[in-house]
């Protein structure tokens, strides 16, 4: 499974931001797809998921209400719609896959490049 984030960029706070991630090398019907993200000097964390079948979410709470995951099978994309940003917000963002609904980095063997958030205040 090959994957390509893209979409992040410097933007104020309080602004809307969608990061894509485009997928591809093979069938991912099964698969649970997961956005994570690490800023500078913290650990890379959990931000949502999506199981690529059924569209089930899951949202880490720091970001409920804001960030929206979703998919278009056809595409192969994934999306994160991230609205109302902050600058704690701000780090390298990653999609990743996953055959399991789990949201620990280590579950998740295919990562992508990462793209770049920064939100300033």
């Known amino acids: 499974v090959q994957l390509q984030a893209s979409g992040g960029g410097l933007v104020q706070a309080g602004v809307s931001l969608r990061l894509s991630c485009v997928a591809s090398?093979?069938?991912?019907?099964?698969?649970?797809m997961g956005w994570f993200r690490q800023a500078p000097g913290k650990e890379r964390e959990f931000v949502a998921l999506i199981s690529w079948n059924v569209g089930s979410t899951r949202y880490a709470e720091s970001v409920k209400g804001r960030f929206t995951t979703s998919r278009d099978n056809a595409k192969n994309t994934v999306y994160l719609q991230m609205n109302s940003l902050k600058p704690e917000d701000t780090a390298v963002y990653y999609c990743?896959?996953?055959?399991?609904?789990?949201?620990?980095?280590?579950?998740?063997?295919?990562w992508g490049q990462g793209t770049l958030v920064t939100v300033s205040s």
């Open positions: 990743a896959a996953s055959r399991d609904f789990l949201v620990i980095p280590g579950s998740y063997p295919y």
């Open positions: 090398g093979r069938t991912l019907t099964n698969y649970i």
